[in-house]
């Protein structure tokens, strides 16, 4: 008898190990080949204007990904609140050097990191718990639950396109799609692609996403916490070497 295939697995750390070096990729592109299209040598312009968009499309990957590990986490966290407050001094931590490495100044308020769009999406997630586990004593008050789920779902995205937050208000969206199908992992692959099928090759991260095998892997939070801000501050002094371009 031949032996049955076993199907590929792939942990939490693997999940985030994959994202971060698809996210690297994609912010050296940004802040770094970016520039080199115009201010290398002529005989390399091309091959970073070439280089530029791969260097793009391969970090598209990296988001879905945040999103579905940050409804895991959801689930799977002792405390949502420690979560929340984790992400929030991330956020405001890793602030300065996003602007920094993506936006040539060290504060811009026309685009904020994505910690704060994973932070909205945990705190509508909080929300929206709240009152699906509050027993409903007659049909009024079930219909002011799910009227209270919808203002907070809708909350989320407005907050996220008003803050101007990495992904907007899609990228929220996105969280919420995989919040409300979390215990479907079929359906989760199915409808966070299409979710997310404005970005090109985005969808594709789905594929990883189906052989989740349900464990956290090795350990490393705070590596994982610290490499976003980290990673932006050596990009961002590397854009600065290549442009010499820097504003408050």
């Known amino acids: 008898m031949t032996k049955a295939l076993k199907r590929p697995s792939i942990s939490g750390s693997t999940l985030k190990i994959f994202a971060i070096i698809t996210m690297m990729i994609d912010h050296t592109g940004a802040a770094v080949i970016g520039p080199l299209r115009y201010s290398s040598p002529e005989g390399m312009r091309q091959f970073f204007t070439a280089l530029y968009p791969v260097t793009r499309a391969i970090g598209r990957l990296a988001f879905p990904i945040f999103c579905f590990l940050l409804v895991e ?37 026309h685009h904020q990191n994505v910690y704060f769009t994973l932070l909205i999406g945990l705190l509508v997630m909080m929300g929206v718990t709240y009152f699906e586990q509050r027993p409903a004593k007659n049909a009024p008050q079930r219909w002011f639950f ?35 199908l979390r215990f479907d992992r079929r359906l989760q692959s199915v409808f966070g692609a299409i979710a997310i099928s404005w970005e090109n090759w985005a969808p594709l991260s789905f594929i990883l996403v189906w052989f989740y095998n349900g464990t956290r892997g090795k350990q490393m939070k705070y590596f994982f916490y610290w490499f976003y801000p980290v990673h932006l501050i ?15």
């Open 146 to 180: 799910l009227l209270m789920e919808a203002l907070i779902l809708a909350g989320g995205l407005y907050l996220a396109q008003r803050m101007y937050t990495d992904y907007g208000f899609k990228g929220v969206f996105l969280i919420e799609v995989l919040y409300f």
């Open 73 to 109: 986490g959801f689930i799977h966290t002792r405390s949502t609140v420690k979560y929340a407050l984790r992400l929030f001094i991330f956020a405001l931590i890793s602030e300065l050097p996003f602007d920094f490495a993506l936006a040539d100044r060290l504060f811009s308020w």
């Open 234 to 248: 050596v990009l961002g002094f590397f854009k600065l070497a290549i442009t010499g371009q820097f504003r408050l």
